[in-house]
C-alpha cells in the first residue's frame, strides 16, 4: 500500500486491490485511497482488517508486529482484471504469498499483466518470508519478475550469496535487480549494467516504509520512461525523506521536488 501512496501523491494514476473488514480500520483505508485518487478494488470480508504496530528503537529502527486479518482471505475473484491488463506495471509483495487463495490470485494476475504487455514488479518483502518461500520466489523471480526489490538480507537469503552476486543472478533471469542497502544506498542492475545510487543524508527517525516508499519512487520513475539512475535517484530521495519522521509520511517538498522536475 505504501508503494502505491507514494505513487499517487506523485501524481500517476494508481489502482490497489485488497482485502478489508467492515471496521474503523478498513474505512479508513478507503477514506485515505479516495483522498489520493487511488482507484480502490478493495473486497469486504467479515475478519478484521489487517493491522501493524511498529515499535521503533532510539537510533530508529523499527519492529512490526504485524496482524494480515482479512487480507488472508483475498482470492482470484476479486482480481480487477481490467485494471490490471491496461496498467503499464503490476506490483506485488512477498508477504501476499500466504494462503492458496492469494497464490491463485497473484498467479492469475500475473497471467493478466503478461497479457497485457505491462512489466511485473515483485518486492520480496521481509527475509522471514524469503526464508519460508525461497525456493517458490526464486522461480518467481526466473519466470515472471521483471523488476525485483529485496534489501541486503533478503537478497542474501534468496541466492545465498553476496547482493552484488544476487543482483547479478536477477539480472541474468531479464529482470532489473533493485538491491536496497541501506545507508550503503542502493545496487540496481539491468543486464549487464550495474548503477549504484547513493543514499540521501538525513537524520534516522524512524526507517518504517523506507523500502516501500524506495520502490513507490523507483517504479514511478520507470513508468514516466525514466532510466535506471533517474528512478534510482526518486527512490533514495523518497526514502530519505520518510525516514526524517515518524509514521510512513511523505513531504510536500520532496513530492514537489520530483513532481516539478
Known sequence: MNAIRAIAMLNQSTSFTGMIGDDVYGNKIKDRMKSLGIVENLGISSDHTGTCVVLVTPDGERTMLTSLGASRLYDETHIPE???????????????????????????????????????????????????????????????????????????????????????????????????????GALIQQGGDVVRIPAVATTVIDTTAAGDMFAGGFLYGLS????????????????????????????????????KG
Do not use: M
Open 82 to 184: 481490467a485494471d490490471i491488463a491496461s496498467s503499464k506495471i503490476f506490483h506485488f509483495c512477498g508477504y501476499q504469498w500466504d494462503t492458496d487463495g492469494q497464490k491463485k490470485a497473484i498467479r492469475k494476475a500475473i497471467d493478466i499483466a503478461k497479457e497485457g504487455g505491462c512489466l511485473i514488479s515483485f518486492d520480496v518483502a521481509d527475509p522471514f518470508v524469503v526464508r519460508h518461500h525461497r525456493e517458490i520466489f526464486v522461480k518467481l523471480i526466473a519466470e515472471d519478475a521483471d523488476v525485483v526489490f529485496a534489501n541486503e538480507e533478503e537478497s542474501k537469503i534468496l541466492f545465498e550469496t553476496t547482493p552484488d552476486e544476487a543482483a547479478r543472478k536477477i539480472a541474468e533471469s531479464g529482470a532489473i535487480a533493485v538491491i536496497k542497502l541501506g545507508a550503503k
Open 224 to 259: 514516466k520512461g525514466e532510466s535506471v539512475t533517474n528512478a534510482g535517484s526518486y527512490a533514495a530521495r523518497l526514502a530519505g525523506d520518510v525516514i526524517s519522521r515518524y509514521g510512513a509520511k511523505l513531504s510536500d517538498e520532496v513530492i514537489a521536488s520530483i513532481t
